[in-house]
């Protein structure tokens, strides 16, 4: 089954870089979910909002826009062509940067700021769209 991000891509489009969400940042989901376990097994919802959350969360930049998507029944997106974006920040707390996730906030010319939270990697990912712009 193809991805999101794959359906929507238009003619001549290619992904550059992909982000994930880190399972650092579902760490508070994963052990409620060991805490609760033994209680009527509640801790399987909480280990099913982890996992939801975990598979239902794209994000990518092509050639052409930068595109995350979030939710499993409802669908959230955020797309922004490259030339719009002006600028992506990293916030990253105590415990992530030292487990190395983060939120990227994407600002576009004349629309609002869009978190992206919890995703792996987060300086990686602005500096490989910071490079790819670079080139044009």
């Known amino acids: 089954m193809a991805s999101y991000i794959e359906n929507a891509l238009i003619k001549d489009e290619k992904i550059i870089y992909t982000g994930n969400v880190s399972l650092w940042s579902l760490a508070p989901l994963i052990i409620l979910g060991f805490l609760f376990l033994a209680a009527f097994g509640i801790g399987l919802i909480f280990w099913l909002v982890a996992f939801i959350r975990y598979k239902t969360t794209e994000l990518a930049f092509t050639n052409k826009r930068v595109i995350a998507k979030f939710g ?6 955020v797309e922004l062509n490259i030339a719009k974006v002006e600028s992506i920040q990293v916030n990253q707390g105590i415990l992530g940067r030292i487990f190395n ?10 629309n609002p700021q869009a978190p992206i939270p919890g995703i792996s990697n987060p300086m990686g990912f602005r500096r490989a769209f910071m490079e790819s712009q670079d080139k044009d």
């Open 101 to 110: 996730y983060g939120t990227l906030i994407v600002s576009g010319a004349g």
């Open 72 to 77: 499993f029944i409802s669908r959230h997106t």
